[in-house]
Each structure stands twice: as C-alpha cells, then as structure tokens.
C-alpha cells in the first residue's frame, strides 16, 4: 500500500501543479477573485501534498505512524487560513462592488481545473478515504477542489453570456473559501481525536 500512496499522491501533486500558474494568470487578466482563489487553494493543496510524500517516507522508511497525521494538521491549519483570506476579499468586493470580470477565461480555466481534479479524485480511489488520515484528507480536498471548480465554471459561463452581475465572481470566490473552511473543519476534527487518542487515526466509514 505505502508504494501505491507514494505513486498516486506524486501523481495529484503534479496534477495540482500543473494548475496553478494557469488559473493565476487567467484570474489576474480576467479580474477574477475566483479563479485567483483557485489558484491559491492549489498551490495550497501542492504543499501539502509535497509535506504529505515527506510524511509517507517517515512512516514508511522510519516507522513514524503519526507522520502523517501531523500532516493532515498543517494542512487543515492552512486550508482555514486560506479561507479566511479568501473570504475576506470577496466580502471587500461585495460592499464595494466587483469590477468587470471576463466570463469567458473564467469557464474555460475552471472547466479544465474541474476536469483535472475529477482525474486526480479518480486515481486515489474511493477507497483512499478509508486508508488513513492523510489519504483521506487529500481525497476530501481533491473533490472539494473539483466541486468549487465547477461551480466556478457555471459563473463564468453566466458571466460570458450576460456581460454583467460581476457580483456573481465575488459570490463564487467566497462558496469556494466556504467550501475549502468545511473541508479544512472536519480534517481538524478528525485530527484532534487522532491526537487526543495518542495514536494514528483511520477513519471510519461516513
């Protein structure tokens, strides 16, 4: 198993990767905070990813069964960190009001970031979310990430065909914020207990 998690946690690393300079460019061109949020939360999720191969190594090669337990703390930490940044610019750009926002960039950057996350939440496997705690954690993000994506995609569509309610991009940036918090909320929870409890937690079936 310790390989197999080792191969596909590299694999949704370089997958995650591969998003972020294009969803940052395309939001700073577009006027997008949601698409710039995306980008945030996969750069967010590379570092994790990139902390939870060191973890895997540890448990693997040094016996450390609560390596990655720790990782899944420093990621739920800085997901709700994120989020709380996030959020903040929406709000700003909600009293404020939004400036105009490209539709067309959004749909197309967050329709790919979609489909790259439905491909990353298809090679972990259903079964990830059972292994441990960190595989689940990186399950949890991945299709939280691709939900927020499509949701994303859906307003830059609306926004490319009405060419108003800017609005809706703020709105948009602030479900994914919403969305990353939930995801980092129950990742800390199952993290305390594991921590409370002394041991490794796997988590059981929802």
């Known amino acids: 198993m310790a390989v197999t998690q080792r191969r596909r946690v590299t694999i949704v690393l370089i997958l995650n990767m591969s998003m972020i300079a294009g969803l940052l460019v395309a939001g700073h061109f577009a006027h997008s905070l949601s698409l710039v949020a995306e980008g ?3 750069l967010a999720d590379s570092l994790a990813l990139a902390l939870g191969l060191l973890a895997i ?17 420093v990621n739920a930490l800085w997901l709700l960190v ?3 940044g996030v959020a903040a610019s929406a709000i700003q750009r909600l009293v404020s009001g939004s400036p105009e926002v490209h539709g067309l ?5 967050s329709a790919i970031a979609a489909a790259v996350m439905l491909c990353a ?9 059972r292994e441990d705690l960190h595989m689940r954690s990186i399950l949890l993000d991945t299709i939280a990430d691709g939900v927020a994506a ?6 830059g569509a609306v926004l490319a065909v009405a060419q108003r309610w800017f609005w809706l991009d703020a709105a948009a ?34």
């Open 57 to 73: 190594y540890l448990r693997d090669r040094h016996r450390n069964e609560k390596a990655t337990t720790w990782v899944a703390l």
């Open 105 to 109: 960039p959004v749909l197309v950057a």
């Open 40 to 42: 945030g939360d996969f």
């Open 150 to 155: 499509a949701v994303v995609a859906i307003v």
């Open 82 to 84: 994120l989020s709380v």
């Open 173 to 206: 940036a602030l479900l994914v914020s919403t969305l990353i918090a939930v995801a980092a909320l129950r990742l800390l929870r199952d993290v305390v207990r594991a921590l409370r409890a002394g041991i490794a937690y796997v988590p059981e079936d929802d």
């Open 121 to 129: 939440a298809l090679i972990l496997g259903a079964d990830a979310g």
